[in-house]
């Protein structure tokens, strides 16, 4: 079983050394996880990570921690305007999301491979991440593409809690806390995402709806979109996660 490790270079950018230790994976995997909010992308992460390795780098995650960045600094201009995009449910621009992945090509560099989690969402961040892959001397092994009604989507966000502390993820019905509004973790409070109120959970959809179908058509071109029917449990779902893996292609040098 392998471990994300902090991440803290993810989440706090090029001026942070990377702290992950543990095996690296005989096979470092390359993949990117796609499908609209609250389909499942981050709980599939951390199964995948548990039997493959690699880090969850997810770009909702480092706005995230930005946001919640206690070292009494204001953001940077640029931050603010993506966390104020961010809370209302919309996308961040191209430009901001680009520069942010970009500046800490060292994670997709690394020997412990990658999940990138919503990363691209557009089409010119799909054509980016290429360049920066270039760059970085790696390849994408495929694009997985979970998707599942709307309308299971929207009890999947409107349930979701999270820990305050340590970020942890529940949901109120499918994974509910041992006491209720407490993080089994650490004890943390247990709260809802901004984005996660019914008026950002639209402009999301509609954000998501817009923009998915040429990323999507660009992954299908190269050969690398896989798709999985995100409807079942989190295990079941895994199932079909694993299976996909497994039947990617021997590595291409990575
Ligand atoms: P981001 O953090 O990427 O959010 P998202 O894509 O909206 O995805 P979520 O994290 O909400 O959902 P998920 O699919 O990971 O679901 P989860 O596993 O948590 O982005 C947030 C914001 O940042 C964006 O809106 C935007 O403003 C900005 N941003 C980020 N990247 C950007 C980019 N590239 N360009 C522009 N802007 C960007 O599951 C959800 C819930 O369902 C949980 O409670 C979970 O327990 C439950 N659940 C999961 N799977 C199952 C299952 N199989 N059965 C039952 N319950 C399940």
């Not at 996308?91 to 992945?101: F, G, K």
Request: net charge positive.
């Amino acid at each position: 079983m392998y471990t994300t490790g902090n991440r803290i270079a993810w989440l706090q950018g090029p001026d942070a050394s990377c702290a992950k230790t543990g095996p690296v994976p005989p096979r470092p995997w390359h993949l990117v996880l796609l499908g609209p909010p609250g389909v499942g992308k981050g709980t599939q992460a951390e199964k995948i990570i548990a039997e493959f390795g690699a880090c969850h780098l997810s770009t909702g995650d480092v706005f995230r921690y930005a946001a919640r960045d206690t070292s009494g600094q204001a953001p940077s201009p640029a931050m603010a305007v993506a966390l104020a995009a961010m809370k209302r449910g919309e996308l961040v621009s191209d430009a901001t999301v680009v520069e942010l992945v970009r500046e800490r090509i060292q994670c997709l560099a690394c020997q412990y491979g990658f999940l990138l989690d919503g990363f691209p969402r557009t089409l010119e961040q799909a054509h980016a991440l290429d360049a920066i892959l270039g760059a970085a001397g790696r390849k994408l092994d495929a694009a997985i593409n979970y998707f599942a009604p709307e309308s299971l989507i929207i009890e999947r966000l409107s349930g979701r809690r999270v820990c305050r502390q340590c970020r942890t993820g529940y949901h109120v019905q499918n994974k509910p806390p041992r006491v209720s509004g407490r993080c089994d973790a650490c004890d943390g409070d247990l709260i809802q995402r901004d984005d996660d109120k019914p008026e950002a959970i639209r402009t999301r959809l509609h954000a998501y709806a817009t923009t998915c179908d040429p990323v999507l058509e660009f992954y299908r071109r190269q050969g690398l979109l896989r798709k999985i029917d995100a409807s079942g449990d989190p295990g079941a779902v895994f199932v079909h996660t694993r299976e996909v893996i497994q039947k990617l292609s021997p590595a291409v040098p990575h």
